[in-house]
Every structure is written in structure tokens, then in C-alpha cells.
């Protein structure tokens, strides 16, 4: 019964493509994330989501867009992948907003070829 | 805006040895909350502990313990007895302003136990 999960655990695929990223959650909460962890470790939020709302949109490329059909789940949809967008993403949930005990899943790493 | 630097990059150290890991913070704001995770070579990021700015409190828990000292902006993490299920890659990160509430990470250490 894994608390925040993510499919798919790894995506490989060419320049140009569109994928999806799906997120989801069964702790009940409320507030969900997007990070990127890039090569060197570092890791970036991009999106949060409460009850659905989006509340955080960091200055990524709008080629990125995340859904939220319920708050159990946050998708992340990437439009004409490029190589920089290699990199691992990880959902994250928190209880509510302002709680910030982050949960994160597993991460999917995505290659870009 | 909010930083976290954890200076030190790579710590290797003999296995039953004590080691600290360094994580220092900057934010304007009064109220702040400060964390650890880890990151075993599986990938997945692990919840250690949260701390909220007005509970310099240290806390222990098992073999696992930090300091958060508001007068040098640190909180740092204590591994005693280290073992080789300690090796990681270990993260503090901040967040404050509750308008803003983006979790800042700081670069990470990355922890070797040598058996």
C-alpha cells in the first residue's frame, strides 16, 4: 500500500514526443507537488496543487503542464520533449497547505534521446 | 528569498564512526520550517525530520540527531555509530513565508560509509 506513487518508474524517449507522468496519492491529503531533480542532485519545485487549485507555478517552460482531476491525484504532462528535460521528477504530497511535511514518491526518471 | 547551503559536497568515513552533516539558512522571515531527507541510492527521498523555527530544541531519535542553532542559522544532522545503510545523499531544505510555501533544498551531501 505505497503511500504516494508514480508511474511510470522510468520513461525513455525521443526529442519531440509528448508524455505523461502520472501521480497518486491515498494519505488523504490535500496539497500536492512536482519537483525535478536534475543531474547534479539539485532539486526544484515546479507546481503545487491544493484541492485541485494550483497554487505554486515556478517559471518553467509551458511546454510542462500539470493536472489535477482530483486531489488524489497531480499529472504532469510534458509537450515536444528536449534533451534538458532528462531528469528525475518526484510527486510529493503534504496534509494540507502549510503543513510542508512533504511525502515524495518513488520518482520517475525520464531520458530524453 | 530563502537559501540553504550544505558545503559540504561528499563525507566518506569509517563504518561505527560518528559524522555531522552541515546545513545553513537564510530567510527574512520569522517563522520557518527546516528539514532532512534522505536519498538512498534507490532514489527514492526519505522524511527525517521537521523542525519549526520557534523549537531550538535538539532532538534525538535512535542514532540520528540535530542541532538547530537560530544564532549561527545551522541545523545540522548527526549520524553516531554510522553504518553502511547510513550511505546516502542527505538534504535540508527550508521553507518560510506561508504565502510562498516552496520547499528550497539545499545541494546535498552526498554520505559514504565504508565498511
Known amino acids: 500500500d505505497t503511500a504516494v506513487s508514480q508511474t511510470p518508474k522510468y520513461l525513455v524517449t525521443q526529442m519531440g514526443n509528448d508524455k505523461s507522468i502520472k501521480c497518486e496519492q491515498n494519505l488523504g491529503h490535500d496539497t500536492m507537488y512536482w519537483y525535478k531533480q536534475d543531474s547534479k542532485k539539485f532539486l526544484k519545485i515546479m507546481f503545487s496543487y491544493n484541492n485541485k487549485e494550483l497554487i505554486i507555478n515556478e517559471t518553467v517552460p509551458n511546454r510542462f503542464s500539470p493536472k489535477s482531476p482530483d486531489k488524489a491525484h497531480l499529472n504532469l504532462h510534458i509537450n515536444s520533449l528536449e534533451l534538458g528535460d532528462s531528469a528525475v521528477y518526484f510527486c510529493?504530497?503534504?496534509?494540507?497547505?502549510?503543513?510542508?511535511?512533504?511525502?515524495f514518491g518513488p520518482g520517475t526518471r525520464l531520458t530524453v534521446t | 528569498a530563502q537559501k540553504v547551503t550544505q558545503a559540504q559536497t561528499e563525507i566518506s568515513v569509517v563504518e561505527k564512526e560518528d559524522v555531522t552533516l552541515d546545513c545553513v539558512y537564510e530567510?527574512?522571515?520569522?517563522?520557518?520550517?527546516l528539514f532532512w531527507y534522505k536519498q538512498p541510492p534507490s532514489g527514492e527521498l526519505v522524511f527525517l525530520i521537521r523542525r519549526n523555527s520557534f523549537d531550538e530544541q535538539n532532538e534525538i531519535s535512535g542514532r540520528y540527531s540535530w542541532n538547530f542553532q537560530k544564532s549561527t542559522s545551522s541545523f545540522n544532522f548527526t549520524i553516531t555509530a554510522s553504518q553502511v545503510v547510513d550511505s546516502a545523499v542527505y538534504f535540508c531544505?527550508?521553507?518560510?513565508?506561508?504565502?510562498?510555501?516552496?520547499?528550497?533544498f539545499g545541494t546535498g551531501t552526498r554520505l559514504t560509509i565504508i565498511p
Open positions: 531544505a527550508l521553507v518560510s513565508n506561508f504565502g510562498n510555501e516552496k520547499l528550497t
Open positions: 510529493a504530497s503534504s496534509p494540507f497547505r502549510g503543513s510542508y511535511e512533504q511525502y
Open positions: 530567510t527574512r522571515d520569522t517563522t520557518y520550517y
